[in-house]
Every structure is written in C-alpha cells, then in structure tokens.
C-alpha cells in the first residue's frame, strides 16, 4: 500500500524559499501510471492546487504560482520535492503531497505538514 | 475566488439526503471529469468520486456524484455523524492547465 508523507520546515522567513519533501513508500514515484502532485490549504479558505511532475520530469505548474515554483524529482526513486521561492505570509498554509493517476483522481494523500511564513 | 463555485455550507439531520452543488464553465466542467474530495482540516483528503461519478473502493454507496453540461452535485443518502466534513469539487481546468478546486462546502449534521 503506498503512502505518501511531508517532511520540511515549519517556519520560513519572508522572502526565502520553502522547500519541501515527499517521501513515498510502498511505491515509487518512476512509474508511468501516476503523477506526484502538491496541494495546498490555506487556513480558513480551500484546497489550491500548486504543481505536479511526472516520472519524466515533466511539470505542469499552477499559473498563479508558476514563476515561484520548482518541482522536482529526488535522486532516488522515493522522493519528490517543492521548492517556492520569494515567500509571504499569503503562502502560510498546510501543503499535501498527493499521488494522481490519470482521469482517476489524486488517490493517495499526505497527511500533511504546516508551514508558517513569518519573521 | 475559486474558479469552481460551491455553497459555503450544507446541512442535514442524521438519515437525510444532502446535495452539494459546484459550477463552473466550459473549459473545466464542460469538458472534463468532475472529482469530489472529503477534508477534515488537519488530515489527508480523500478521494470519494472520480469521472464525474464513480467511487473509489470503499467509499460507501451512499455517495454518489453527477454531472450535467458545466455543473455537478455529490449527493449523500442516509447522513451520519461521521460525513461532517469539508466536501471539494475538483476538474482539470483546459485554458489555466492546471487542476482547479472549488472553494469547498462545509457539511453539519444537526
């Protein structure tokens, strides 16, 4: 059974860059069938999704957030990351990482980690 | 301002059947699968309806999802305690490539 979880810095400075782990186990993230997403939830407000690659390397990003975002495969095949640069208090949120298979919806979640921006 | 629309709250009285509505538009519900996601804040989503209206292995069959032109409803039969929850809707929106979610319907059973 594969489970997917988070693992990063709570706090983060304002400006810096957040930077973000998603360990997968009971899987690997090399196959073909899924994708490796990250979301997002802000307190008080909805999910927001920020990104996705797949076992290529091939990334589709949300546009809102493109020109801060980098995911990225890990070296070995049980990791994937999420680097967001130039961050503010509006990037404080609980971010998921989540496994996705084509037209058959984000399956396996994180449990989640919370990343706070502030000085 | 979420691109997918859903009421901000729903409610039911244990037994019920309870509907959530979510539109959108053309280039997300119009042309593609619908996906409906259970939250309780502070744990892992869950999937709960994938292409518009089947359920994932066990998701029981008192839910149930449907689509028409660009909008959809998940519809709960027999509420219990246990669906007070945060429900989103969710589709690949084809001009922002990207997936988009609705801004999520908070469901009490009174």
């Known amino acids: 059974q594969v489970q997917l979880q988070e693992s990063g810095p709570g706090l983060v400075k304002p400006s810096q860059t957040l930077s973000l782990t998603c360990t997968v186990s009971?899987?690997?993230?090399?196959?073909?069938?899924?994708?490796w997403s990250w979301i997002r939830h802000h307190p008080g407000k909805g999910l927001e999704w920020v990104g996705y690659?797949?076992?290529?390397?091939?990334?589709f990003y949300n546009p809102s957030l493109k020109s801060r975002v980098t995911i990225s495969l890990g070296t070995s095949k049980k990791q994937f990351s999420l680097n967001l640069r130039s961050v503010t208090a509006a990037d404080t949120a609980v971010y998921y990482c989540?496994?996705?298979?084509?037209?058959?919806?984000?399956?396996?979640w994180g449990q989640g980690t919370t990343v706070t921006v502030s000085s | 301002q979420s691109v997918l629309t859903q009421p901000p709250s729903a409610s039911g009285t244990p037994g019920q059947r309870v509907t959530i509505s979510c539109s959108g538009s053309?280039?997300?519900?119009?042309?593609?699968?619908v996906y409906w996601y259970h939250h309780l804040p502070g744990t892992a989503p869950k999937l709960l309806i994938y292409?518009?209206?089947r359920r994932p292995s066990g998701v029981p069959d008192r839910f149930s999802g449907s689509k028409s032109g660009t909008s959809a409803s998940l519809a709960i039969s027999g509420l219990r305690s246990e669906d007070e929850a945060d429900y989103y809707c969710?589709?690949?929106?084809?001009?922002?490539?990207?997936?988009?979610f609705g801004g999520g319907t908070k469901l009490t059973v009174l």
């Open positions: 292409r518009n209206n």
């Open positions: 690659i797949y076992y290529s390397g091939s990334t």
């Open positions: 989540a496994r996705g298979e084509y037209d058959n919806g984000m399956d396996v």
């Open positions: 053309g280039s997300n519900i119009g042309s593609n699968y």
């Open positions: 009971g899987g690997s993230i090399s196959s073909p069938d899924y994708y």
């Open positions: 969710a589709a690949w929106d084809d001009s922002l490539s990207g997936w988009v």
